[in-house]
């Protein structure tokens, strides 16, 4: 059981470029969600996906798509990178609504944007 | 969303108890009380949660005052594992949405 797994682990990238970051889940988790984490900051939320099929914005979604592929997968596209995207990226995923159950963390992304 | 206030950092001695405070008084009626950590480089980790009563986890445990203005999540027996930074998280119940304040560092000391 692998639980929140994220592809890759590091990036680096030129201003303009765009790349797609890979996320997956095995635990049958309805919800899953794309968070980033600037330097000495906590986590904001970019883009949620309550279940398969839809998805909608969060806190700071300006440059960036997503795609719930399945149940399982949950891609955050950036189409033409900036240098204020550098950060870390985190995949999450949960059962249901936040509110009552809890949300689990893959390892990150650290994006360079240069 | 409710206001979060956390010290910015706090220290404790190997195998004592911690009490690390939140408070949380812009809260509503409905809103959970959610810990997450996050250890050094790496993704955030569920602590605990609760709505109204004390609650207990292998973990840790999380007293919520009775106005729920505010909450503490207790240590039991600091680890060197244990430093991470703790966040407190009121959510509403039906949300998708988390708002990670900056949270607290905790340094155990060994």
């Known amino acids: 059981n692998a639980g929140v797994t994220q592809t890759p682990k590091f990036q680096v990238l030129k201003t303009g470029q765009s790349m797609t970051l890979q996320c997956a889940q095995d635990m049958n988790h309805n919800s899953m969600y794309w968070y980033r984490q600037d330097p000495g900051m906590g986590l904001r939320l970019i883009y949620y996906?309550?279940?398969?099929?839809?998805?909608d914005k969060g806190e700071v979604p300006n440059g960036y798509n997503v795609s719930r592929l399945n149940k399982r997968e949950f891609s955050l596209r950036l189409e033409s990178a900036a240098p204020s995207q550098t950060s870390v990226y985190f995949c999450a995923s949960s059962e249901g609504p936040t509110g009552f159950y809890e949300q689990y963390f893959g390892p990150g992304t650290r994006l360079t944007v240069t | 969303d409710a206001k979060t206030t956390q010290p910015n950092s706090m220290e404790s001695n190997e195998e004592e108890p911690v009490h690390l405070p939140c408070n949380h008084s812009?809260?509503?009626?409905?809103?959970?009380i959610h810990w997450y950590r996050q250890l050094p480089s790496q993704g955030p980790e569920y602590v605990i949660h609760?709505?109204?009563s004390n609650v207990n986890n292998r973990m840790a445990s999380l007293a919520i005052a009775e106005d729920r203005k505010s909450s503490t999540l207790i240590l039991h027996r600091a680890t060197l594992r244990d430093a991470a930074v703790y966040y407190c998280i009121p959510t509403t119940s039906g949300t998708y949405k988390y708002i990670f304040g900056t949270g607290t560092r905790l340094k155990v000391l060994a």
């Open positions: 812009t809260i509503s009626g409905t809103d959970y």
């Open positions: 996906s309550a279940s398969e099929g839809t998805t």
């Open positions: 609760g709505l109204t």
